[in-house]
């Protein structure tokens, strides 16, 4: 398996490239089995998850393919041979779960394994099939498999979620797009990737209002067709490598970059003391003067998103003052504070508040990634760390984010990859 070795100390200067979402393109590709014809999606990121879902649609019986072997354009179609999603693909990627809406729009069944818990929480996914049986399908549970019928089709209806979530929305917004009549999605998630999505969906020929809001219409038609998109850039990967040019004292134009994009977090990063800015296409990120504590609480979008609470906690770990951080999106999201801990921070977990007292340096340790973004807090840690730290499962970092230590050493962090 692979470790990173980095040495703290070295303030990051320079530009840093913003690649495609992840939590973007996942569900674009899944877009693909809504047509016979070929979808075209650009700025396609790198990493793992794309490479799981390319396996997945795969086996649905779709050829996903580079086009002129450009690895970030990803052409997308054929005929769907299979609407079975079997546990070992799904129990690798929750993100599965979300063909099970495409699947049965189209081919007026699905049988999808269910995803089960992850590292930061059990994950339900009783809102997307509540939802999918409003529209008219009949689900039931076996042996650990979703099975949901609609011999006569999804018929569009009105479906409140009681939580504003984003694999729901996407999976009954997608379902719908070939369902007879009307569908309204009350208390949508509002995040930008859902307005990326129905930007693509309405190329394809969808008829969708509203998305991005919390109130999004659907109107269902016979078919959709062939289209060209370009998937957003990542803005949790935006936020990111903000933290680690703030906790540096650096100076980072990160190329994609858009403020709007990164709500609540722009305004936590000025009250910390960090420089935001817009500049054209790229977002300005410095720190000249002393970080500040804050307090954070993370929240469907436009709130601070659950996907930057560990990197802005490892930036908080460093601050003057006391700050507090509190997690309402998921049961299980601290894993990376024992482990900022060892590092010599002063971080005390009450139930799902983390309460952080700063200190004025870190010190370089073995430490462990445990999920993606508890991942890349280590590395933000240690990259102001006094000493080395040496990063161990480096393939939960892998899942999401490309070329991370590449992107890392041009700014001027002494970062490497080793292979065991
Ligand atoms: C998406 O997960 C993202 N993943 C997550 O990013 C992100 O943290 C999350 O949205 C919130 O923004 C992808 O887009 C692939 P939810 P999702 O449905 O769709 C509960 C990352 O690091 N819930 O909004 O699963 C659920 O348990 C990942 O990139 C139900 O109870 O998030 C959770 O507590 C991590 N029943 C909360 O809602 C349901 O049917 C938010 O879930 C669905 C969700």
Partial sequence: ?????????RPLHGEITIGGAKNAGLKLLVAGLLTSERLVLTNVPHIADIATMRALLTQHGLTVETVNGDKTTLSVGGEITSTEAPYDIVSKMRAS?????????????????????????????????????????????????????????LVGDRIVLPFASVGATENLMMAATLAKGRTEIVNAAREPEMADLANCLNAMGAKITGAG????IIDGVEALHGAQHRIMSDRIECGTYACAAAITGGDLRLIGGQIEHLGAVVRAFEEAGVEVTQEGDAMRVRRTGALRGVDIMTEPYPGFPTDMQAQFMALLSVAEGASMITETIFENRFMHVPELNRMGA???????????????????????????????????????????????????????????????????????????
């Fill in 97 to 153: 779960i979300l063909v099970l809406g495409p699947l049965l729009a189209r081919c007026r069944e699905a049988k999808v394994s269910l995803p089960g818990g992850c590292a930061i929480g059990t994950r339900p996914v009783d809102m997307h099939l509540k939802g999918l049986e409003t529209l008219g399908a009949t689900i039931t549970l076996e042996n650990g498999y979703i099975h949901a019928r609609a011999p006569n089709g």
């Fill in 213 to 216: 809001t919390g109130h999004i």
């Fill in 1 to 9: 398996m692979d470790r990173f070795i980095i040495r703290g100390g």
């Fill in 346 to 420: 002063r971080i005390n977990v009450h139930g799902s508040s983390a309460i952080i007292r700063g200190v004025h340096s870190l010190s370089g340790a073995p430490v462990m990634a445990t999920d993606l973004r508890a991942s890349f807090s280590l590395i933000i840690a240690g990259l102001a760390a006094h000493g080395e730290t040496i990063l161990s499962r480096v393939y939960h970092l892998d899942r999401g984010y490309e070329a991370v230590e590449r992107k890392l050493a041009a700014c001027g962090a002494q970062i490497e990859r080793v292979n065991d």
